[in-house]
């Protein structure tokens, strides 16, 4: 057990150690490093979704000022080994990553031609000299058409469009919808999106070709997969490969996938050998950076008189775009939509199936909630519509689904284990924290002057923190379950902390920096934490799925205990005690045997420096003042929460206004509220953009017709809410440390949320909504439709 | 392409001299030039506002500013507003109300914020959101940020 400190850091709003360097231009993110003799890379990039390239001449971009060399796919053939995301799903088939488009291309974006030049405006100029001829191929734009035309195929070698599918059976559904007293059906539409971090994606590679070592700096939330694969893609040892993301500008996802361009300028650093940097520009970003969600819902449920859910049915197209995405495979979004659907429900009889199919857009990864986002929508949204039709209260009919207290552990209908968990309690709070029944009265007022508000609950529950028992990504080969920490004393009594996971954004620096202070009873200014660097722990996976705060706080629990042994026996030898009897507070060793006080500084410089203090056999045994540890939470832990919304629909402009937003959530053991009070914002915002705004549309030629922040938009602080987050003081998870993951929470919440408070704003009407984002040109056509109906 | 063009200009309070592409951007002179790195590109089509700065005390678009229009201005950049052991009263609170996570969009944010409390009233928090509604920021969900420029006014106007 640490030993009390007069400052207990963990639980408190400690100021963020990383915001003097980013609010004072002091960051550093990759596009700010400039290395001596650096050259840029531009691309040219496909105009079709879907054709044949016929031929490519670039000797007018070869002819242009400042162009170093130009590179098609045939330039770089034998130069790396194929790159394909694996996996242990059956019917599975993955996909070859192309690093410049070879034969054909597969959606408008994908690049096919590198320009390198002595700067990026000559890079781009150069660029659009390319000539490249394409011989158009049949269309593979529409997931439906797509799953059953197999003449059309993406890519020719496979026996089908379609990439993977999965069922979930539990019970008897059939049976359970026979007796139901209520049943509905209905196709949803959770739209396509993207992750859309402000920072854009960008790679610098540097070659050493004395050393044969390669440094990569990549906006990455993942280094340590990164560095992984470069390994065994480019045939350069571990020790040799380094990948650092310094600060990272946002993620959300977009940055857990291995990109072509992150191979490219690695194979071309090394060509070259010249440091090479590619810095995407918005465009880029939005037709060629992973995109989020895409599916077809069909999903059916069947409820009692009482408002119990008997069985649930659903039937899910995910379009997961041209290929399976590395490390994740096509099915991290579509399949996690089947197996969270049930959500915090009891629900003994469920069928899930989903098919993932290829489509001529770019592929689909993780975005923030992954899949979740999708089945809370779908989930509650069947649930309020069950509500309706048996004139319940919404909140009522959540009451008496959801897992009640002592029902945990509960093995889920898609067997998912949820842990302890405030489920319950989130609805309860988030009701009494916007005063629910007040709210109520309010809108019957509002709704009797013709106002059309809407009230909207979303209950759901994650999991997070995962250990290696399963896998971030359904089948995947890669250990996702552990995550390390190695902390030292150096021979100035300095102590550094290195961790994998990283940080795009999250304040890990600082949580991660309060729970090493606290765990080793040292002031908090005294830690200094490295991360975001492949080579700062030997195995690292990064930061994605709510793990980051989980796994990171753990390896760091684990490994400070490990190093307080260490201290504990030197101070033991030098304040002439036993290691059991040395206390350690503020960052002083004290014991029984002596007055003396040691500082980390006085106990580093007598073990290190000073000959003769510490017996040689001794210090043989101790070894260095470190310790390196891994941690593995094996299953992981569950996060809940409960969000509710309050909005008005604008009749003339059918705008949506969110004027109020509740968050009750249970995430455990608070690192820093402040810090976890941020997720839950932009993690609700973001979720509002689902819900109202964001939409990635694609014409039937595949073209992308939002490919620019005008057309693909965005919240800004007029059209996001003040939030008000309740955290709800529970039994703590058995995570060490007793943290749940909370990163993605907001995201997913909210746009059930909100389309349940549309909907209900729009329930005098008789309508439904089943598409997201409900815009205001979509809101117009459900009016419209209930005119037509009167 | 050579047409190189000369301007002189302050930036940050500093003379510079150089000698310019026509169609290079500020934002690019600044990053690339000056090495001001502290000034950030989100889109280059100005939507996102994370490359906005100050010409003459105006809150400006470094993304749709070539560098020659700012011939003879006066340009500041996040780098100027304050240093991390001296921070300004807008970068403090921003650090206190945590209106930042992954700071991308923060440089943009603070030279709006420092533009919009010079210039208006700011009385009501939708003044402040309205103020703030060209810079996109996809970390914060907006309300601590809001929250800063409020106690950015309140101690400002308490001076
Ligand atoms: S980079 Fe200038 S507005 Fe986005
Ligand atoms: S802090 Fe990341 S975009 Fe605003």
Redesign the interface.
């Known amino acids: 057990m640490p030993e009390s400190n007069s400052s207990q850091y963990v639980g408190s709003r400690v100021?963020?150690r990383?915001?003097?360097?980013?609010?004072?231009?002091?960051?550093r993110?990759v596009?700010?490093i400039?290395v001596a003799g650096m050259l840029h890379i531009a691309f040219r990039r496909s105009d079709y979704s879907h054709a044949r390239i016929l031929s490519i001449d670039t000797s007018a971009a070869k002819a242009s000022?400042g162009v170093v060399e130009v590179f098609t796919a045939k330039d770089i053939e034998g130069e790396f080994n194929p790159v394909l995301a694996q996996s242990r799903m059956r019917d599975y088939q993955p996909t070859i990553m192309q690093i410049l488009a070879a034969d054909k291309v597969r959606f408008v974006g994908e690049a096919v031609v590198a320009v390198v030049a002595e700067s990026r405006?000559l890079a781009e100029d150069a660029a659009a000299l390319v000539e490249i001829e394409y011989d158009e191929l049949p269309l593979v734009t529409d997931p439906e058409q797509a799953l059953i035309n197999s003449s059309a195929k993406l890519h020719e070698q496979m026996d089908s469009n379609v990439l993977l599918q999965r069922e979930f059976n539990r019970g008897d559904v059939d049976e359970a919808f026979y007796g139901a007293s209520v049943y509905i059906k209905e196709r949803f539409r959770f739209t396509r999106k993207t992750s859309?971090?402000?920072?854009?994606r960008t790679y610098l590679a540097e070659y050493n070709s004395a050393e044969q070592a390669l440094t990569l700096h990549t906006t990455s939330q993942v280094p340590g997969i990164i560095r992984d694969i470069l390994v065994d893609a480019l045939d350069i040892p571990g020790s040799h490969l380094r990948v650092v993301a310094p600060?990272?500008?946002?993620g959300?996802g977009g940055k857990t996938s291995l990109y072509p361009e992150e191979v490219l300028a690695p194979i071309l650093a090394k060509k070259l050998e010249r440091p090479v940097k590619w810095t995407g520009?918005?465009i880029e970003d939005l037709i060629s950076t992973s995109q989020g969600f895409d599916e077809i819902i069909d999903a059916e449920i069947a409820v009692d008189r009482e408002g119990r859910i008997l069985g649930l049915r659903a039937d899910v197209i995910g379009d997961v775009g041209a290929y399976s995405i590395y490390p994740w495979t096509a099915g991290i979004e579509p399949v996690q939509v089947v197996s969270f659907l049930p959500g915090p429900y009891k629900i003994e009889n469920y069928h899930g199936r989903v098919r993932g199919v290829a489509t001529s857009k770019p592929p689909t990864g993780p975005y923030r909630g992954v899949g979740r986002p999708v089945s809370t929508f779908v989930m509650e949204r069947l649930v309020d519509m069950a509500a309706r039709e048996l004139q319940m209260d919404p909140r009522e009919i959540r009451q008496r689904n959801l897992v009640q207290p002592h029902e945990f552990p509960y093995k889920a209908a898609s067997g998912i284990v949820w842990d302890q968990s405030g489920f319950t309690q989130g609805l309860n709070g988030a009701c009494e924290a916007i005063g629910y029944d007040g709210l109520r009265r309010t809108q019957a007022q509002a709704r009797a002057q013709g106002r059309m508000v809407g009230i909207g609950i979303a209950s759901f529950a994650e999991l997070t923190g995962i250990g290696s028992r399963l896998s971030a990504s359904p089948g995947m080969p890669i250990n996702t379950g552990t995550e390390t920490a190695s902390i030292s004393v150096d021979s100035t009594g300095g102590i550094t902390a290195r961790f994998g996971v990283t940080s795009?954004?999250?304040?890990l620096e600082t949580s991660l920096a309060q729970v090493v202070a606290d765990e080793l009873n040292v002031e908090i200014s005294q830690i200094r934490i490295l991360q975001g660097d492949s080579a700062a722990v030997s195995h690292s996976t990064g930061s994605y799925a709510s793990r980051g705060a989980v796994l990171g706080a753990g390896a760091a629990i684990l490994a400070c205990r490990a190093l307080d042994q260490k201290l504990k026996a030197v101070a033991a030898i030098l304040l002439s005690s036993s290691a059991e009897d040395i206390l350690i507070r503020d960052g002083v060793f004290s014991g029984p045997g002596s007055d003396e006080k040691l500082t980390f500084k006085d106990l580093a410089k007598a073990y290190y420096s000073q000959m003769g203090l510490i017996p040689a056999p001794i210090r043989n045994e101790i070894g260095e003042l470190s310790a390196t540890q891994m941690y593995d939470p094996e299953w992981g832990t569950t996060s809940s929460a409960t969000h509710i919304a309050l909005v008005e629909i604008d009749p003339d402009t059918f705008k949506v206004k969110v004027d109020k937003y509740v968050v009750a959530e249970d995430c455990g053991q608070m690192l820093n509220p402040?810090?976890v009070?941020?997720q839950?914002?932009?993690?609700?915002?973001?979720g509002i953009g689902a819900a109202l705004y964001e939409e990635m549309i694609y014409d039937e030629q595949g073209q992308n017709l939002t490919a620019?922040?005008?057309d693909y938009v965005?919240p800004?602080?007029?059209e996001?809410p003040?939030?008000d987050v309740v955290h709800l003081d529970l039994e703590k998870p058995k995570t060490l440390g007793g943290v749940r993951g909370m990163g993605e929470g907001?995201t997913i919440g909210a746009p059930a949320a909100i389309a349940n408070a549309v909907a209900d704003a729009l329930a005098p009407l008789g309508q439904q909504v089943t598409t997201l984002p409900v815009t205001p040109q979509r809101i117009f056509e459900l009016v419209q439709a209930a005119k037509a109906n009167q | 392409?050579s047409n190189l063009k000369t301007i002189s200009l302050t930036v940050n309070g500093e003379k510079v001299v150089r000698q310019v592409?026509p169609?290079?951007l500020l934002a690019?002179f600044l990053?690339?030039e000056l090495?001001?790195?502290?000034?950030?590109?989100?889109?280059?089509?100005g939507?996102?506002g994370?490359c906005t700065l100050l010409v003459n005390g105006d809150s400006v678009r470094s993304c749709l500013t070539l560098a020659i229009q700012v011939d003879g201005a006066e340009v500041t950049?996040?780098?100027a507003?304050?240093?991390?052991?001296s921070?300004s009263v807008v970068?403090e609170k921003?650090?206190?109300c945590?209106g930042?996570?992954?700071?991308?969009?923060?440089?943009g944010m603070?030279a709006t914020a420092e533009d919009l409390l010079n210039k208006y009233p700011l009385v009501t928090?939708?003044d402040?959101?309205?103020g703030?509604?060209?810079?996109?920021?996809?970390?914060?969900?907006?309300?601590?940020?809001?929250d800063a420029v409020a106690a950015a006014r309140d101690e400002v106007r308490s001076q």
């Open positions: 100021k963020r990383e915001d003097p360097r980013l609010l004072t231009g002091r960051g993110y596009d700010d400039k000022p405006y859309l971090a402000m920072e854009n600060d990272v500008g946002g959300f520009d918005r795009y954004g999250q304040g402040m810090i009070d941020g839950v914002h932009g993690g609700v915002a973001q620019s922040l005008v965005v800004s602080a007029t996001i003040r939030m907001g | 392409m592409e169609r290079l690019d990053r690339n090495n001001l790195t502290g000034t950030h590109i989100g889109c280059e089509h939507i996102c994370a950049t996040v780098e507003h304050g240093k991390p052991d921070m970068q921003f650090q206190q945590h930042l996570q992954c700071g991308f969009c923060t440089p603070l928090e939708e402040i959101r309205e703030l509604s060209g810079n996109i920021c996809r970390c914060t969900g907006y309300q601590n940020i809001v």
